[in-house]
């Protein structure tokens, strides 16, 4: 199984609203990353949990909040979006390990915030 | 961060022809250079990947080539088909953390 499961794929949310992106890998990976890509544009680099403890966050606004509940799951809980954050969320995994680090992505949830 | 520049934003080949995609990166503690291929509605799917211990490496069509003095690599896919119509972005980065570039729209024309 060489699979990154996203749900939901497609999300429409208004900027009062709480709503969860879940991404699940059973590859054994202990690295997981959340990257937002806009349209005609590369994926953006926001979060990384390595081991189940967030590494990186690549100065993300507060309004968007990642959680690692085991080893197999990443989630991005979303609360207060504006329109501007409309774009594709792509979860990927990777082993953790120097020298093994090949990623893969999931096929990602398009997000459309009203 | 590691800064990943791309080059050209778009690219048409005949098909049967040779395709090449540059990168140029910043950061000289980089040692991981994937390539991915975005196709519509789809995630990013490695289809290569040097470490900066190697300057050459070849899967069949694909190969890529690094250049750690001069900080810059490059996709060549040979023979090119209908199917490897998508967008290839270069990524670089060490560790868990990398950039990609800005991406390249291949179209190859039957």
């Known amino acids: 199984d060489t699979e990154v499961t996203q749900t939901p794929k497609h999300l429409v949310m208004g900027m009062t609203n709480k709503k969860s992106l879940k991404c699940e890998q059973h590859m054994g990976h202990r690295a997981m990353y959340w990257y937002k890509q806009k349209a005609k544009k590369p994926p953006e680099l926001m979060f990384v949990y390595s081991y189940e403890k967030l590494s990186i966050n690549e100065s993300v606004p507060s309004r968007f909040s990642p959680e690692c509940p085991n080893s197999s799951l990443l989630n991005l809980h979303l609360h207060a979006l504006q329109p501007e954050d409309s774009a594709l969320y792509l979860c990927a995994s990777s082993w953790d390990r120097e020298g093994n680090t090949e990623a893969f992505f999931g096929q990602g949830t398009r997000l459309t915030v009203v | 961060g590691e800064n990943v520049e791309q080059h050209p934003s778009t690219l048409s080949v005949q098909e049967g022809d040779s395709a090449v995609i540059k990168c140029t990166y910043s950061?000289?503690?980089?040692?991981?250079f994937p390539w991915y291929k975005q196709e519509l509605g789809k995630g990013p799917q490695l289809i290569i990947d040097i470490r900066s211990n190697v300057g050459e490496k070849k899967d069949q069509r694909i190969a890529v080539t690094l250049n750690k003095t001069a900080k810059h690599f490059s996709l060549h896919i040979t023979e090119t088909q209908p199917e490897d119509s998508a967008v290839y972005f270069c990524?670089?980065?060490?560790?868990?953390?990398?950039?990609f570039g800005t991406g390249t729209s291949l179209t190859v024309i039957p």
């Open positions: 950061d000289s503690a980089s040692n991981y």
């Open positions: 990524s670089g980065g060490t560790g868990n953390q990398f950039y």
